[in-house]
C-alpha cells in the first residue's frame, strides 16, 4: 500500500474533509435568521443534525471494526474512538456512538448554534437603538457579525465541550487499570 492509499484509509471523511462544514449550517442558519424564513433557519438544523447523527454512526461502525492498544484508553477514545480493551464490541460502539453523539451535538450544534443566535439578537437590538440605520442594514451588519464570529467561536467551545466531557460523562466510561470489584 502506497503512503498515499494509507493515508486516505486514515482520512476521517467527517473530520478530514469539506463535509466538516456541514456540522456549520445551523450557524450560519442563525446569522441569517433575521433575514430568512425561519423554515430556512429549522433546515440548517436539520442538515447539521444530520451530520452529527452520521459521524457518530460512522464512529460506531469504526469502533466495531478496531481494537486499540494504546497505554492510554483515553488517548484510544480520543483519537480512535475506542474505549478499554476490557471493553466488550457492543460497549465500544455504544461509547463510541455516545460520546461522539453528544460532543458533536454540544459542540457542533447546540452552543454555537444557541451563540450565534444571542450574538445577533444583541447586535440588532444595539444597532436598533444606537443607529438610526435603515433595518435592512441593521439586519446585514448583524448577518456579517454573526458569519465572522463563527471561525472565532469554534476552537473555544470545542475545547470547552472537551473540559466538559471530561469532567462528566467521560469519567463514567470503563477504564484501564479499574480495581475489580471482587
Known amino acids: 500500500m502506497s503512503e498515499q492509499q494509507r493515508q486516505g484509509a486514515e482520512r476521517d471523511l467527517?473530520?478530514?474533509?469539506?463535509?466538516?462544514?456541514?456540522?456549520?449550517?445551523?450557524?450560519?442558519?442563525?446569522?441569517?435568521r433575521s433575514m430568512v424564513p425561519k423554515a430556512v433557519v429549522w433546515l440548517s438544523y436539520g442538515v447539521s443534525s444530520s451530520y452529527v447523527l452520521a459521524d457518530a454512526i460512522d464512529k460506531g461502525k469504526k469502533a466495531g471494526e478496531v481494537?486499540?492498544?494504546?497505554?492510554?484508553?483515553?488517548?484510544?477514545?480520543?483519537?480512535y474512538q475506542v474505549p478499554s480493551p476490557e471493553a466488550g464490541?457492543?460497549?465500544?460502539v455504544t461509547l463510541a456512538v455516545v460520546d461522539t453523539f453528544?460532543?458533536?451535538?454540544?459542540?457542533?450544534?447546540?452552543?454555537p448554534g444557541f451563540t450565534i443566535n444571542r450574538l445577533c439578537a444583541a447586535s440588532?437590538?444595539?444597532?436598533?437603538?444606537?443607529?438610526?440605520?435603515?433595518?435592512?442594514?441593521?439586519?446585514w451588519t448583524t448577518t456579517t457579525l454573526g458569519l465572522l464570529a463563527i471561525p472565532v467561536i469554534v476552537h473555544p467551545i470545542d475545547?470547552?465541550?472537551d473540559f466538559l466531557?471530561?469532567?462528566?460523562?467521560?469519567?463514567?466510561?470503563?477504564?484501564?487499570?479499574?480495581?475489580s470489584s471482587s
Open 14 to 32: 467527517y473530520r478530514d474533509t469539506w463535509v466538516r462544514y456541514l456540522g456549520y449550517a445551523n450557524e450560519v442558519g442563525e446569522a441569517f
Open 89 to 92: 464490541r457492543g460497549t465500544r
Open 165 to 179: 466531557l471530561d469532567s462528566s460523562l467521560r469519567k463514567l466510561y470503563p477504564s484501564v487499570g479499574k480495581p
Open 124 to 139: 440588532l437590538y444595539v444597532l436598533g437603538s444606537m443607529t438610526r440605520w435603515p433595518l435592512t442594514v441593521r439586519k
Open 159 to 161: 475545547r470547552s465541550v
Open 102 to 111: 453528544v460532543w458533536q451535538s454540544l459542540a457542533s450544534v447546540a452552543i
Open 67 to 79: 481494537f486499540c492498544f494504546c497505554s492510554s484508553w483515553v488517548k484510544c477514545l480520543y483519537i
